[in-house]
């Protein structure tokens, strides 16, 4: 099987990048991680890229020179796929435009409900019943984008900000790699 290329965009600790980076290595799964984009140069998950000795791009500019390097960097690895797991910087209108339908991401609540930060206080302070992820296409408005797939659980009343946290990644680690694979359409 041909993979296709993914970059992951991180800024922090990078589970999600781990998950993809150690599912991508099936030879049915249909992209491999190509090269890393990160806008922190601290960002805990990079110990991941550099252990599988993964390219990473340092990208923290609002210059236009510096997008269009990342743009070559990303031509450059022939990348068709790019998956923010975890990266807090607005994508631009220039490179949307350049990897139009192919820039996904992650969110930790049920889309359309809970855009933007501090989803596991604001779900539980609103008393929802239920939450979880939200793998979705990533277009000019925030966390608005077509979905394409989402997995919830029940929350239960002893659940606290962190234990949702928790249960939350445990389903986006999941998520991710089904996501990539639906899109793929295996
Ligand atoms: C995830 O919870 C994701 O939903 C949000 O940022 C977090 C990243 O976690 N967008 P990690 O860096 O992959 O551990």
Redesign the pocket.
């Known amino acids: 099987m041909v993979k296709k290329n993914a970059c992951i965009f ?10 993809l980076i150690i599912r991508s290595r099936d030879y049915n799964f249909p992209v491999k991680i190509k090269s890393v984009v990160t806008n922190n140069k601290k ?3 990079l110990i991941y890229a550099k252990k599988n000795s993964i390219p990473i791009f340092f990208f923290n500019s609002k210059s236009k020179i510096i997008e269009k390097k990342l743009i070559s960097f990303l031509i450059y690895h022939k990348i068709s796929l790019i998956c ?5 910087k607005i994508i631009s209108k220039n490179l949307l435009g350049h990897f139009n339908e192919k820039i996904i ?4 609540s049920l889309l359309p409900k809970f855009k933007g930060l501090d ?1 596991f206080s604001r779900i539980l302070k609103k008393k929802e019943r239920k939450t979880g ?1 939200t793998v979705h296409y990533v277009n000019e408005k925030l966390d608005s984008g077509r979905i394409i797939l989402q997995k919830g659980f029940f929350i239960s009343s002893t659940d606290t900000e962190s234990s949702i ?1 928790k249960k ?2 445990k389903l ?1 680690h999941l998520a991710f790699s089904e996501a990539i694979l639906k899109i793929f359409r295996y």
């Open positions: 991180i800024s922090g600790k990078g589970s999600n990048l781990k998950k960002a805990e998950g923010l797991a975890g990266y807090m991401n992650i969110h930790p989803t992820c946290k939350t990644q986006e």
